[in-house]
């Protein structure tokens, strides 16, 4: 836990994933300081570098010497969106924890009516998509039926049309940060937490600069991710689907017996070819989903750390104490110092000022 004296100076932390975002994250600084200083109250703007291949890091590290309301956490390597969005919220320290993407697709403005709901009582506010600009039919379409289907094969009720764009109280955050499973569905899981919830509609835009880091390929990790996290249904789906085709055989078995009985000559070997193949098409695709349960449980006893962190500027012992407690719940990291973090494989995280 965080000390009283760090919650009580800062009011918010905005937590904003960072990867090759050197062309916008000047304007998003501009922006959203513009934003969080409307609100008249304490605030920290925590920018967590996902292993920037361009120069995204030197940027921010001139907004942190600028600003230091700007805190840096950099990556040893590209770790994803998800796991980015999760230290962020290890680290924050404010009453309310807000995470917004740097490429100015949600704009920073709509805070203010997160902020306004969450002084209305509410725990968890999460933005929801009334408008998505610049987006192609076809990924409008496969968002809008890939949450519809979630909704279905889930118990969770995840909101429609929504991305990790939301404000979540400190008792929520700091339930979010008990989570920690490798693969990582943040909407997903803040859903999961319960809490007083809402939503506020707003008007997606188009990046501001550079080119999506969430292309197909991407999207379909995400989908699998999200279904695998939350839903056992493939894996009703096979068991269902096995029982149906073995009816099928035992009826098969009946009518070539009885034509078998009354000398008629059952013909036909094209069709046993194709429905063997078609079998066995049947059972690679529902191993694929064995494995990738599997392969959840495999990567959850390995036990490893969800992130390892390269540098980090801004953070106080507080800061840095926090960062610690919520990676012990993995078992990866000792509790830190000003001086440096050390984790079990003595992999040690510089600090600086």
Same mark, same amino acid.
């Given at each position: 836990?965080?000390?009283?004296?760090?919650?009580?100076?800062?009011?918010?932390?905005?937590?904003?994933?960072?990867?090759?975002?050197?062309?916008?994250?000047?304007?998003?600084?501009?922006?959203?300081?513009?934003?969080?200083?409307?609100?008249?109250?304490?605030?920290?703007?925590?920018?967590?570098?996902?292993?920037?291949?361009?120069?995204?890091? !030197?940027? *921010? &590290?001139? $907004?942190?010497?600028?600003?230091?309301?700007?805190?840096?956490? +950099?990556?040893?390597?590209? @770790?994803?969106?998800?796991?980015?969005?999760?230290?962020?919220?290890?680290?924050?320290?404010?009453?309310?924890?807000?995470?917004?993407?740097?490429?100015?697709?949600?704009?920073?403005?709509?805070?203010?009516?997160?902020?306004?709901?969450?002084?209305?009582?509410?725990?968890?506010?999460?933005?929801?998509?009334?408008?998505?600009?610049?987006?192609?039919?076809?990924?409008?379409?496969?968002?809008?039926?890939?949450?519809?289907?979630?909704?279905?094969?889930?118990?969770?009720?995840?909101?429609?049309?929504?991305?990790?764009?939301?404000?979540?109280?400190?008792?929520?955050? !700091?339930? *979010? &940060?008990? $989570?920690?499973?490798?693969?990582?569905?943040?909407?997903?899981? +803040?859903?999961?937490?319960? @809490?007083?919830?809402?939503?506020?509609?707003?008007?997606?835009?188009?990046?501001?600069?550079?080119?999506?880091?969430?292309?197909?390929?991407?999207?379909?990790?995400?989908?699998?991710?999200?279904?695998?996290?939350?839903?056992?249904?493939?894996?009703?789906?096979?068991?269902?689907?096995?029982?149906?085709?073995?009816?099928?055989?035992?009826?098969?078995?009946?009518?070539?017996?009885?034509?078998?009985?009354?000398?008629?000559?059952?013909?036909?070997?094209?069709?046993?070819?194709?429905?063997?193949?078609?079998?066995?098409?049947?059972?690679?695709?529902?191993?694929?989903?064995?494995?990738?349960?599997?392969?959840?449980?495999?990567?959850?006893?390995?036990?490893?750390?969800?992130?390892?962190?390269?540098?980090?500027?801004?953070?106080?012992?507080?800061?840095?104490?926090?960062?610690?407690?919520?990676?012990?719940?993995?078992?990866?990291?000792?509790?830190?110092?000003?001086?440096?973090?050390?984790?079990?494989?003595?992999?040690?995280?510089?600090?600086?000022?």
């Amino acid at each position: 836990m965080h000390s009283m004296n760090a919650s009580a100076m800062i009011t918010y932390s905005v937590v904003a994933p960072v990867y090759n975002e050197s062309e916008t994250l000047p304007h998003f600084y501009d922006r959203i300081v513009q934003v969080m200083e409307g609100l008249g109250e304490p605030f920290e703007v925590i920018l967590v570098n996902d292993g920037s291949k361009d120069c995204s890091l !030197e940027i *921010m &590290r001139s $907004l942190h010497d600028r600003d230091p309301r700007v805190k840096i956490i +950099s990556f040893s390597r590209n @770790f994803g969106h998800q796991i980015t969005i999760t230290a962020g919220i290890d680290v924050a320290v404010g009453d309310a924890v807000i995470v917004i993407d740097s490429d100015l697709q949600d704009p920073p403005e709509v805070i203010t009516e997160l902020v306004a709901q969450w002084k209305a009582g509410y725990e968890v506010i999460y933005a929801v998509r009334g408008e998505r600009q610049g987006e192609t039919r076809f990924k409008l379409l496969t968002a809008k039926l890939f949450y519809r289907m979630l909704s279905r094969i889930t118990s969770v009720n995840i909101p429609h049309d929504t991305g990790d764009f939301r404000l979540m109280d400190r008792r929520a955050a !700091e339930a *979010m &940060r008990l $989570l920690r499973e490798h693969h990582r569905f943040m909407r997903g899981l +803040s859903a999961w937490i319960g @809490f007083k919830q809402t939503g506020v509609r707003y008007t997606r835009h188009e990046r501001y600069a550079g080119q999506t880091n969430y292309p197909l390929q991407k999207m379909l990790k995400l989908a699998i991710d999200a279904t695998t996290s939350f839903s056992y249904v493939p894996l009703q789906v096979a068991t269902s689907l096995g029982f149906f085709i073995a009816m099928l055989s035992l009826i098969g078995i009946v009518v070539t017996f009885i034509l078998r009985v009354m000398n008629q000559t059952v013909v036909g070997q094209a069709t046993t070819l194709v429905t063997v193949l078609f079998l066995g098409g049947i059972q690679l695709i529902f191993l694929g989903v064995l494995g990738e349960y599997m392969g959840r449980i495999y990567d959850e006893v390995k036990g490893r750390p969800l992130y390892l962190i390269d540098q980090a500027y801004g953070f106080d012992d507080d800061g840095l104490a926090g960062l610690g407690t919520a990676q012990r719940l993995n078992g990866s990291v000792r509790p830190s110092t000003r001086a440096n973090a050390t984790n079990q494989l003595g992999v040690e995280v510089p600090v600086a000022d």
